[in-house]
């Protein structure tokens, strides 16, 4: 079955400071990858998705991420956080050919803390 | 005008009593899903209707029945609470399947005591 791990429960950083998130999923031959974000008590929103093609998505808010099918890795990153960046991230994988759904599979979460 | 709502957004309630949270998107989508929040932050997802089908039910007990009167809505009724149901509960919808967004609503935090 599909995962994802997200290794970093936490990761703190002052204001304008880069930041990367770093997020492992399971192989498998076709995959679909997204970051979302959670700020305080609310849903959670996209971030940016990768299906296919350019390996280096860019989202909303600044942040890209690098697909990398050889180390199963979709790592989030921003060249300068903001205070408002403050929220918990979560990389999922969907599994279209496994599934035939867009069952989303979450990570456990990296909560981002940026410090003035 | 909010794309994806839940109601109510919290829910106290005592052990073996039956509970509902209703769920409304107004974005023409087609598929709904319900997905669970526990207080690790771990988001599971627990059905997904399309076009009022079940086509996703993971390993959720019977207790929790979900009902699609149409395609705008998707509801979750939860029979017998047990302390273990308290989490946050997020209504989603999208408009495919193929990686389309998924958009979320704010959550009911149940809590059964």
């Known amino acids: 079955a599909q995962s994802v791990t997200q290794l970093d429960s936490q990761v703190p950083v002052f204001e304008e400071a880069p930041v990367e998130l770093r997020c492992n999923y399971s192989?498998?031959?076709?995959?679909?990858l997204f970051w979302y974000v959670q700020y305080p008590n609310q849903g959670l929103q996209l971030l940016l998705k990768?299906?296919?093609?350019?390996?280096l998505v860019k989202g909303i808010n600044g942040f890209e991420a690098e697909f990398n099918k050889s180390q199963t890795s979709f790592h989030l990153r921003k060249p300068s956080v903001h205070i408002s960046d403050t929220a918990e991230y979560f990389c999922a994988v969907s599994d279209p050919i496994v599934y035939n759904t867009d069952k989303l599979i979450f990570g456990t979460g990296t909560r981002l803390q940026v410090f003035p | 005008d909010t794309a994806v709502s839940q109601t109510p957004k919290y829910l106290v309630t005592q052990m073996g009593n039956d509970k509902s949270i209703k769920c409304e998107q107004n974005?023409?989508?087609?598929?709904m899903y319900w997905y669970k929040q526990d207080s690790k932050k771990f988001l599971k997802i627990m059905f997904s209707?399309?076009?009022?089908?079940?086509?996703i039910n993971e390993t959720v007990p019977n207790r929790f029945s979900p009902k699609s009167p149409d395609k705008a809505h998707l509801n979750l009724h939860i029979n017998s609470l047990e302390l273990g149901d308290s989490a946050v509960y997020f209504c989603?919808?999208?408009?495919?399947?193929?990686?389309?967004?998924?958009?979320f609503g704010p959550g009911t935090r149940l809590t059964v005591t």
């Open positions: 209707y399309n076009n009022k089908e079940l086509i």
């Open positions: 974005l023409g989508h087609d598929t």
């Open positions: 192989s498998s031959v076709s995959v679909y």
């Open positions: 990768y299906l296919s093609g350019s390996t």
């Open positions: 989603a919808s999208s408009q495919e399947h193929g990686g389309a967004e998924q958009y």
